[in-house]
């Protein structure tokens, strides 16, 4: 018989999954509670199913930390988000991670972020192709930072691109990064 944490009360060994890493290798809440205290862990951060749990887990899931970091900052400007996590997720999955501007890829981001706005930013950013817009698929694209703080809410889509191939593209040549993909 073992006490459960929890709910404090003595049930046998069986209802309670195994831990390696407590002394008697059994979990200190039992299989009633762990479910329990999991299922609303899940609701909390709104995780859809033990897919999106695990990667969460895994630390690994890159595209629900950028989904839940734009949330917060579209918040603060008063800009809806128009997709879910999921939708968001497909749409990630499809795009070519280079910015749409200057073709600049995310990969030479990383090795060449001393010539970033920001030495945090690490990746390519969330771009609205229309500032007028919500947050939308069809109005999304992934941008460097670069480009991104240039175009701001001053260029359109169209000036912005062509400056992004015209000179910004350019300047990367300079630094010897290449980018005609
Ligand atoms: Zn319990
Ligand atoms: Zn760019």
Redo the contacts with the bound molecule.
Sequence with gaps: MKKCIKCKKEKKEVDFNKNPHNKDRLHSYCKECLRDTQKEFFKKHNFKNQGEYVRYKAEKDIIKYIFDTLIISSKRRNIKVNFCLSEFRKWYNKQEKQ?Y??N?QEKDIKKNIKLMPRKNVKRLTLDRLDCKKEYELTNLVL??L??NQIKSNFFTEREMKEI?QFY?KKKWKNYHIKNDY
């Design positions: 910015c501007y200057c600049l941008s460097c670069r480009c992004g910004v």
